[in-house]
């Protein structure tokens, strides 16, 4: 028996609703888009779109169109049957998250990763993955392709740089459910989980005085633009301020790339990098701690330093963001640990609050430990 046109429409329809190309919210085409698209008259279309209504899958509203109903609202349970007419279908309800990050490793980002996953399945939804290698280019179509794909929220790790990625700002001013995760975004309302870096840094730095430590350098990557290696560095540059210590603003050596950059480049340029930071100890003589502001970053002033013949922790201190676990009593570096448990558990809360219609805008401070690790020690009095 020949279906009917009507019914092929709404079947249609049906068919890119239960397979998550069309998301709640999300406007159906005109009477006419679909006259258009199937070859039918408008009578027949508006048919179709009568019988969604009907039966609770679309909204229409007088005006601006027919959209995607709440569906999760109607069912309680996602791998329910759904009766419609005479037959029986299955909707998919399952929300699919999006999550953007430009790398991850076992220093920083493979426990936020396995927390946000195991956060979105305990909600009942699915991730999918996209990395970037911090590439401005690569981000905006990860974002792209994840909208494509009909996911109902998206979570962030922008990469670095002195300028916003314009489709987060499309996402914000569309209202899409975004969370951004280790950067926020000043003067932007958009929710953000990150670690308090300006305390970071602050204690960080308090440590290496503690330690009798006065002449301290800091070692970054490029900040500008980029609010949380801002905080860190306003941080360091406050606890000298509070310990009524001199800041040397010539203690502050700005890298050239990112750590991640750094480890990708050819080796020219990694050697220039590896150059320029010799020279920075050797112009300053007197810097006895660093303050680093990344774990890659702390390993090539590691590499620095022995290759100028020093020791660490003999010559130089050295207190970094982020470190690998280790199997050894403790780790290589003294560091900063982020709590990537919570953070990703926090983010997923913060997304699905907003998928389900809370709209209020947060950015959650999330605290941090100091773990001692062989690369610190008490200043030795010289003799």
């Keep these: 028996m020949k279906i009917p046109l009507y019914k092929v429409i709404y079947e249609k329809i049906l068919e890119q609703i239960n397979g998550g190309v069309l998301a709640k919210g999300d406007k159906i085409p005109s009477e006419k888009e679909l006259a258009e698209q199937f070859g039918v008259s408008r009578i027949t279309s508006k048919k179709a779109l009568d019988l969604l209504a009907q039966e609770q899958f679309i909204e229409r509203i007088q005006g601006k169109g027919s959209f995607v109903a709440d ?74 392709d994840l909208l494509e794909a009909g996911i109902s929220g998206i979570i962030i790790l922008p990469i670095h740089g002195e300028h916003y990625n314009h489709k987060i700002l499309e996402l914000v001013l569309k209202k899409f459910p975004v969370v951004l995760v280790d950067r926020y975004l000043r003067g932007i309302q958009i929710a953000s989980v990150v670690t308090d870096n300006f305390k970071a840094t602050k204690e960080a730095t308090e440590h290496l005085v503690s330690l009798g430590h006065q002449h301290i350098a800091y070692i970054t990557a490029p900040y500008e633009g980029t609010t949380v290696l801002e905080d860190r560095l306003k941080g360091y540059q406050f606890a000298f301020t509070k310990h009524q210590l001199d800041l040397n603003l010539k203690y502050t050596f700005e890298s050239m790339a990112s750590d991640f950059v750094l480890q990708e480049r050819c080796q020219s340029e990694f050697t220039s990098e590896v150059e320029r930071m010799k020279q920075f100890i050797v112009n300053n003589p007197e810097i006895t701690a660093f303050v680093v502001c990344r774990y890659g970053l702390a390993k090539i002033l590691l590499h620095v330093i022995h290759l100028l013949g020093k020791k660490v922790p003999e010559d130089y201190s050295i207190i970094c963001f982020d470190s690998p676990p280790t199997d050894i009593s403790e780790p290589l570096f003294t560091h900063i640990a982020q709590n990537e448990e919570n953070m990703g558990g926090k983010s997923v809360e913060l997304l699905f609050n907003q998928i389900e219609g809370i709209t209020e805008v947060v950015t959650e401070i999330i605290d941090f430990d100091i773990i001692e690790g062989r690369s610190t020690e008490k200043l030795k009095e010289n003799i």
Aim: proline share 4%; charged share 25%.
């Design 71 to 144: 569906i999760y609202g109607q069912i309680n349970n996602p791998s329910s049957p759904v009766k419609v007419g005479e037959q029986e279908i299955y909707v998919n309800t399952k929300p699919k998250i999006g999550l953007v990050i430009s790398d991850f490793s076992d220093r920083f980002g493979s426990t936020l990763v396995k927390a946000i996953e195991k956060n979105v399945t305990a909600r009942n939804g699915s991730l999918l993955i996209k990395i970037t290698k911090e590439n401005l280019e690569g981000e905006e179509k990860a974002i792209q």
